[in-house]
């Protein structure tokens, strides 16, 4: 049974400290280590199709069998969403009776228009701080669907209040699910961010003000030499969300403990961005391994728009 709300209560007070130095593996316990491999398969989750074409009521599975502990709990989709918008920005809210939690989970790139997001490497602004601006394309991936998220999250939140707010993803699906959770919590909500292998998402300004947003924990992981996070380059302008949680143990083997190592400085040159901050595009296989194939659902091709 995983401690949810003490265990992200102390968590976030690590992460509130933005003058707290580099975290050694020693500081990752049992538990953590064993909450992080849990969250990750949310994010599993919402590769598989029947849980982000879900109809309210069903249990979320994987076919791939990545998701075993949630598949274990008392799981209930809220709604799902996906191929509605030009972004087909796709997931799901649901409800876990099990750890008290209401899950807002989001999927990484499969479709053309996935992948248009993913390149758009502009900024726009927000309006969420002074100065502070996000990558266009995972901003409108996030807008597109953001009022009848907010509608069904207010609903559901009524029905169980007493539920943590926690919003995951992987790749694509971490970029939006960072925006979401940073916009969420301005409109009152405490939402806990689990980001796998996410792309940066903001300049600077909105990096730091996400980073010390102190309403959730920000749990953002990175893999070996995973090239993705390092997109968009901090030469552009980018910066990542801090702390990173950086995952050396190699591609599809047990992470333990002493494979995990924190820094406080979300682009230190010792984690995933390197000292040159340039993407080794010949080690994206790295891209999938986090505690697990996390994108194990992922359908065949690239879809413009999929069947119905």
Request: charged share 15%; proline share 6%; aromatic share 12%.
């Amino acid at each position: 049974m995983y401690l949810l709300k003490p265990f992200l209560v102390a968590l976030s007070a690590i992460t509130a400290c933005e003058a707290f130095p580099a975290l050694q593996t020693r500081d990752i316990t049992t538990e953590a280590l064993s909450s992080f491999d849990f969250w990750v398969q949310y994010a599993a989750a919402s590769y598989c199709e029947p849980n982000y074409v879900g109809k309210a009521g069903s249990k979320l599975t994987c076919w791939a069998k990545n998701c075993p502990s949630v598949e274990e709990s008392e799981t209930s989709i809220m709604m799902d969403f996906s191929n509605t918008t030009n972004t087909d920005t796709s997931g799901y809210l649901a409800i876990d009776v099990t750890h008290k939690a209401i899950v807002l989970a989001f999927r990484g790139s499969y479709s053309v228009r996935n992948w248009l997001a993913d390149a758009t490497f502009i900024y726009t602004n927000p309006n969420l701080c002074s100065g502070c601006e996000a990558e266009l394309g995972f901003w409108s991936s996030w807008i597109n669907v953001r009022a009848n998220i907010t509608t069904a999250l207010a609903e559901t939140v009524t029905q169980y209040p007493d539920y943590s707010l926690v919003v995951v993803g992987h790749s694509l699906g971490a970029a939006v699910a960072t925006l979401a959770a940073a916009d969420l919590r301005e409109q009152g909500y405490v939402a806990t961010l689990y980001a796998f292998a996410s792309p940066r998402v903001a300049n600077p300004t909105l990096a730091k003000y996400i980073t010390n947003q102190n309403k959730g924990a920000n749990f953002r992981f990175t893999h070996t030499t995973d090239p993705v996070p390092n997109l968009p380059l901090q030469l552009m302008g980018y910066a990542h969300v801090s702390p990173e949680y950086h995952i050396t143990a190699p591609n599809n083997a047990t992470v333990n403990a002493s494979a995990v190592v924190v820094y406080q400085n979300g682009d230190d040159p010792k984690g995933n961005t390197g000292a040159l901050g340039i993407p080794d595009l010949l080690t994206i296989d790295a891209h999938h391994w986090y505690f697990e194939r996390t994108d194990g659902c992922l359908g065949p091709g690239m879809p413009f728009k999929r069947s119905n």
